[in-house]
């Protein structure tokens, strides 16, 4: 009797229609591919499923801890894979049955229509040997504490499982083109880029520092988050701009309740630059729905105004409660708490703006006399840094 130990990977149903199939299979075989290339294992795909195998202990449970970041996958279980053959099944669903103890359900999936026995006769049969050969288990259809999934292929395997892991779901990653992400050192940001990752999104970052105002502490943070998203992204190129002397213009010379309505503009418009360099096709952030008030709907009319490309704002409708606990899921919270400035809480006015008008914003920033060439030197002063 030989049976092997496999990792069994289902991915989402939604993209498996359609002519664009191969092209998203593509996309998640190379995810895989990435996120295991430092482990010993091999990638097999299956009709609709992929699987993974490895000969070494720690490979394999390695590259199931990977799997969980792994966007696209719906799901995957550690099964047993033998050969489709009556007694071959019932000797593996007792060595993974022989030690468990309390209520259980056969439940067999016969995609393989050649199969002597039909799904129910298999889980009779199955069972029944189950309940001859370990006294501790007890049959409960309704309510299982375990089951036993048998899943008859149509290749003459038969896979064998008790768990089902939920995967990362969502689109496999770079299926959905590429965005910017504007990445601060707050909480909202990171959980942003990971959700619009998760859709299908390969992610560029740009971030805004007032150095010296901010200190070198603040940009660390960034890219303790940067390389927290890496884990799901693979990689992150991290776009810096230094906006000190845009902002010391703005207070110099703006009316200063529109300080940071103004600040904001132009983030957006040197976004729209950046994101346009780098072939994103849109602009990411962490804004929610009238969270502060440069998040109001006026002010996000005002901002939007700015850009031609789509802004993606996949937290606008989160509550903050909703959006720390992705931030804890994805590991990013505790770098996220930590207290560091960021470019938009220097320069604070005491009475910011919460409906901005479009016409007075560009009344306000018309006052900046070498706005252009302040916008073209922080561009020309990027620093590009690779996660
Ligand atoms: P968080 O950064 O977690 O959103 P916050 O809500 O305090 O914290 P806001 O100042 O409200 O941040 O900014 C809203 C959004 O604007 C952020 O989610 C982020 O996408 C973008 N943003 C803010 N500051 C910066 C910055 N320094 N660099 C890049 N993007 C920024
Ligand atoms: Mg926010």
């Not at 359609?18 to 996120?35: S, T």
């Not at 699987?51 to 099964?79: C, P, Q, R, W």
């Not at 213009?249 to 132009?266: M, P």
């Not at 070498?370 to 020309?380: G, R, S, T, V």
Request: charged share 25%.
């Amino acid at each position: 009797m030989s049976k092997e130990r496999v990792i069994l990977i289902r991915y989402g149903e939604l993209f498996l229609k359609g002519a664009n199939r191969g092209f998203f299979e593509k996309m998640l075989k190379d995810d895989i591919r990435q996120k295991l290339k430092n482990l010993k294992c091999e990638l097999k795909p299956m009709r609709g499923r992929y699987m993974i195998t490895s000969e070494n202990e720690y490979d394999f449970n390695s590259a199931f801890y990977a799997l969980h970041k792994v966007f696209g996958i719906s799901s995957f279980s550690v099964a047993y894979k033998c050969v489709s053959n009556l007694e071959e099944i019932k000797n593996v669903a007792l060595q993974l049955m022989c030690d468990k103890v309390g209520t259980f359900k056969v439940e067999t999936n016969r995609a393989d229509k050649k199969f002597a026995l039909n799904s129910i006769e298999v889980n009779r049969e199955i069972g029944g040997y189950l309940l001859e050969n370990n006294d501790n288990l007890i049959v409960d259809i309704h309510n299982p504490k375990i089951a036993l999934n048998i899943d008859i292929r149509e290749d003459g395997h038969t896979f064998l499982f008790n768990d089902t892991i939920k995967g990362a779901g969502g689109m496999p990653l770079g299926s959905a083109g590429k965005g910017l992400l504007l990445l601060s050192g707050g909480i909202d940001s990171p959980v942003a880029g990971y959700l619009m990752a998760k859709r299908g999104l390969n992610l560029n970052a740009i971030h805004f520092h007032s150095y010296p105002y901010t200190n070198e502490k603040a940009l660390e943070k960034v890219y303790a988050l940067a390389k927290k998203l890496v884990a799901y992204t693979n990689q992150l190129n991290v776009v810096n701009i230094k906006i000190t002397a845009i902002q010391e213009a703005i207070n110099k010379h703006c009316d200063s309740d529109y300080a940071i309505t103004l600040l904001r503009i132009i983030m957006m418009k040197i976004s729209e630059i950046i994101a346009k360099n780098r072939g994103a096709g849109c602009i990411i952030n962490g804004e929610s729905l009238a969270q502060v008030a440069s998040q109001t709907l006026e002010s996000l009319q005002v901002t939007n105004n700015e850009v031609t490309l789509p802004v993606f704002r996949p937290l606008i409708g989160f509550d903050k409660q909703e959006i720390i606990d992705i931030a804890k899921k994805i590991d990013t919270f505790n770098v996220s708490i930590q207290p560091h400035e960021d470019c938009c809480t220097v320069f604070l006015p005491e009475r910011p703006v919460t409906k901005p008008s479009i016409y007075k914003a560009a009344k306000e920033l018309r006052k900046i006399k070498d706005l252009d060439d302040l916008i073209k030197e922080a561009i020309e002063n990027q620093e590009l840094l690779m996660f």
